[in-house]
């Protein structure tokens, strides 16, 4: 399913990234050149991500020196929006999000994780984790939870999923990789050296030039995923059902005001990106305990454990390589003993908020099974706060439990040093994991 070209060897595993010092706001430059304000210790990340005037809008090509995934570029994305827009999209997706809905899913997520560990010991070692746990499990929940897993016209199988994602969560560059920020998009930004990924003539493609192929093969995709999204949309419209997608249409429909795009773009927004991060970060997860932390492993059998343990690693590995999520101060701001000036750039460091030594002096290191002292800033925070937060943590608590509860004696087969990396997306995430037992 994942092409050569699509990944990379010799990368660091993204929990040993390093992260931009923690000091005051202080002015930076991004990789395109855009003068802006850097702002990374966890109580101003707090501050400035709750406030009304810190905003998203008009900032999609902002920041990055290359092409922009489609999830973070397009304005009709929720997260590209603010004010009344936002408030009014964020409620839609609210009224479909009830915590009774919630607890209606958890059995069912529990029992998906469990078929995938039974599937996996059932077909011994040696296994490759990617392709056979930390995609699955995803998979099974998104089309359950979306409603895609039937036999009719709204099937959905892993490969047509696959191809959509990365078209849809696509950044230029080498292939660019980014993290997740908020409302459950991406935030875009790639680094210095990464160049534009499909910006072609069509003379190149004419003369069977590869990127412009490429190009070709990914605006046909993202065309093939907004008509199935938009058939799905009203399908639902004329036959709701439990799942998620007739929530939202109902909820956007009863609420009135939801631009039709907007609504086309939620669906296959959540569809995608929530796949796509569970996978990317339950993998980085497995890479780093199984690498680093073999002696913890078998102790994630138990619940309460597992629990601390996938908050903590939330919490400290990254989805992506980019740390900084960009936004643009509407007024003069006085922030952590800086004035920010009115229509000024702000790139907030959510990675080292994170690792603030003021407010989290353990570290990733020390003992796993520790509750955070503060609040995770790893779903953002304020009106842009990640609305598949409690996707993400269910999966990962429910994953290692059930896994470490099988397989106590899982192991890596190859060094991290040496893994390759699936790269391309708004994630990256181990291309393959080789275990044993």
């Keep these: 399913m994942d092409s050569p070209a699509a990944t990379r060897t010799a990368l660091p595993p993204l929990h040993r990234l390093p992260v931009s010092p923690v000091r005051p706001p202080h002015p930076t430059t991004l990789p395109d050149g855009t003068p802006a304000w850097l702002v990374t210790r966890y109580h101003d990340v707090r501050q400035v991500l709750g406030d009304p005037r810190i905003t998203r809008a008009d900032l999609h090509d902002v920041g990055t020196a290359g092409a922009t995934a489609d999830v973070a570029a397009n304005p009709a994305s929720l997260f590209n929006q603010d004010g009344p827009a936002h408030r009014r999209l964020r409620a839609t997706v609210q009224r479909a999000f009830t915590p009774r809905a919630i607890a209606g899913w958890q059995p069912w997520v529990a029992a998906a994780v469990q078929q995938s560990v039974d599937a996996l010991v059932a077909a011994g070692p040696p296994a490759d984790l990617v392709a056979a746990f930390t995609r699955p499990v995803p998979f099974a929940v998104t089309t359950r939870l979306m409603g895609l897993d039937g036999d009719g016209p709204d099937s959905l199988d892993e490969e047509r999923l696959h191809r959509w ?99 086309v773009h939620l669906v296959a927004g959540l569809t995608a990106s929530g796949n796509e991060s569970v996978a990317g970060a339950l993998g980085n997860a497995l890479v780093y305990l199984l690498g680093e932390r073999a002696e913890h492993w078998p102790r994630l059998a138990d619940p309460d454990t597992a629990e601390r343990t996938a908050e903590r690693l939330l919490h400290f590995i990254p989805l992506g390589d980019d740390e900084a999520t960009i936004r643009r101060a509407t007024a003069a701001i006085e922030l952590g003993g800086a004035t920010i000036p009115a229509d000024a750039v702000v790139a907030i460091s959510l990675g080292s908020a994170n690792r603030d030594p003021d407010v989290y002096p353990e570290g990733l290191d020390a003992g796993l099974d520790l509750p955070l002292a503060a609040p995770t800033l790893a779903f953002s925070a304020g009106p842009h706060y990640c609305i598949g937060a409690w996707r993400v943590r269910l999966e990962m608590r429910e994953s290692l439990r059930r896994l470490a509860a099988a397989l106590p004696g899982l192991r890596l087969t190859t060094p991290v040093a040496e893994l390759a990396w699936q790269l391309g997306s708004t994630t990256r995430s181990p291309a393959r994991i080789p275990v044993d037992w």
């Design 165 to 263: 994602t990365l078209a849809l969560l696509a950044q230029g560059g080498a292939p660019g990789d980014g993290s997740a920020d908020g409302d459950g998009d991406a935030n875009g930004d790639t680094s210095a050296d990464d160049a534009a990924d499909g910006d072609t003539s069509a003379d190149d493609a004419a003369d069977g030039d590869p990127d412009a192929d490429d190009a070709e093969d990914h605006a046909e995709a993202l065309a093939e995923y907004g008509a199935f999204t938009t058939e799905l949309i009203e399908r639902r419209r004329r036959e709701p059902g439990d799942d998620l997608v007739s929530r939202l249409v109902q909820a956007a429909d009863h609420d009135g005001g939801i631009p039709e795009e907007s609504l």
